[in-house]
């Protein structure tokens, strides 16, 4: 995997972060998801990198990145925290503008990066989420059996990572294998890879505080934004799994449209890991999309 790409750490504030870089062209950043690495692009990097210059990151706590020490307000784990990061490596790498395509966790990342630094964003590309502050607050029955995880892991530490820590790939499997297509929807050398990342010491740790962030600190900063009536200026098209949770339980495009500009958007014949399960379909969104 990722042939020809550059293996790359960078130095940002309370993290060293791991990343990919290949390719020509203009920057297009690549944010991944829970439980996974930069590893998840595998399958389209390499006609990407025919038309853009790729950096796929490993978000802090995850892949090859650093895993900083919890702290009490999950600060060093929050959105806000890796938003910094990506605007930080980009900057490094002399791209003050770039393109984001994010899944999962990293598209969360990547709502935040584009309300934080919107300057830095030209267009944004996120693959099944809906707003992190609306899936809470609109979450019933059915979304919180889907999404079982996010109230699991945002219990104070340390029942989680003792829970988790005892046996992380059987985890890792079990959060993969129970969505729509199984873990037969991935290459074996990348399902290695996170198995291998999530058994690196402190993963378990910096995966709890991931979503004890998105359950304290992101959401002050989410309201925050709604009360000042700040929303996402960049162009935004959101992908989301006509056979996954989001888009059973949340009106996704009314979503996104009550707090971004320019929104578009589709269902999209998959489970949630659309760019491992449907890579082809997913470089057609982003080829039209990214065109400008």
């Not at 796929?56 to 060093?76: E, Q, T, V």
Request: hydrophobic letters at 45%; glycine letters at 6%; charged letters at 25%.
């Amino acid at each position: 995997m990722f042939e020809a790409f550059e293996s790359r750490r960078f130095a940002v504030d309370g993290a060293e972060i791991h990343a990919r870089v290949g390719g020509q062209g203009a920057p297009l950043l690549l944010l991944h998801g829970h439980p996974q690495t930069h590893a998840m692009w595998h399958r389209v990097v390499p006609q990407l990198a025919q038309r853009f210059r790729i950096v796929a990151m490993d978000l802090r706590g995850y892949g090859d990145s650093s895993r900083p020490a919890p702290d009490d307000a999950h600060a060093m784990h929050g959105k806000r925290a890796m938003a910094r990061d990506a605007v930080d490596v980009m900057a490094q790498l002399g791209h003050p503008r770039f393109a984001v395509c994010a899944h999962d966790r990293g598209a969360r990342v990547a709502h935040r990066l584009a309300l934080d630094h919107p300057q830095a964003v030209s267009r944004l590309l996120l693959l099944d989420i809906a707003p992190t502050l609306a899936m809470y607050e609109g979450t019933t029955d059915a979304f919180a059996r889907a999404y079982w995880h996010w109230f699991t892991l945002i219990q104070p530490a340390p029942l989680p990572e003792r829970m988790i820590g005892h046996d992380p790939v059987f985890y890792l499997r079990s959060v993969m294998g129970r969505r729509h297509a199984g873990l037969a929807a991935f290459d074996a050398a990348a399902l290695a890879e996170y198995e291998r990342c999530i058994a690196l010491p402190g993963s378990v740790a910096s995966i709890c505080e991931d979503y004890r962030a998105s359950a304290t600190i992101d959401l002050d900063h989410d309201r925050a934004d709604r009360a000042a009536r700040r929303g996402i200026e960049a162009p935004l098209r959101v992908l989301w799994a006509e056979h996954g949770a989001v888009g059973r339980c949340f009106d996704v495009l009314a979503l996104w449209r009550a707090v971004a500009r320019d929104v578009s958007g589709r269902a999209v014949p998959c489970g949630h890991y659309i760019a491992e399960e449907l890579p082809e379909l997913l470089l057609a969104e982003m080829n039209d999309f990214l065109k400008d």
